[in-house]
């Protein structure tokens, strides 16, 4: 769930020791929290394993608690499908930077080239490119 919804940290929490786990689920390793005393659990009325909630950015609760493997699902199910539009919104809008940043170099590279007019102290104009008179020679 971890890869499918990158934008969610997901957090496994259970009774067993750090240990326990490493040796019975390895593939928890990064997400384990362990739960000491059923602290969580109680908070939620004790909902069983496995379940899920989903905390918001502000820390509040934004989804379940949830119970049992397909209730868990399809909570994730359902976070991927609310956030399906903002990814979609993030990629057009670094598409849409990308092709900025595309244009903006083709523009300078091809002002780049051109000889830039320079004023001299008689107001007149002179390229760049030209090589510069010191006042009075011709």
Known sequence: WAREVPEIDF????????ENMRQLTPS??????QEVGGSVGS???NPGRPSAILLGMDGL????????MTDVEQLVADITE????????LA???RRAAEQAS???STAVGQASEPTPDVTSDGT?????EPRRAAGTR
């Open 82 to 89: 609310q956030i399906a539009p903002a990814r979609e919104a």
């Open 28 to 33: 928890w390793e990064p997400f384990y929290v």
């Open 61 to 68: 609760l934004a989804g379940g608690p949830v119970r049992g």
């Open 103 to 105: 244009e903006a170099d």
């Open 125 to 129: 104009h002179e390229h760049a490119s």
């Open 43 to 45: 908070v939620f009325g």
């Open 11 to 18: 957090r496994v929490l259970h009774a067993m020791s750090h």
């Open 92 to 94: 057009e809008a670094e």
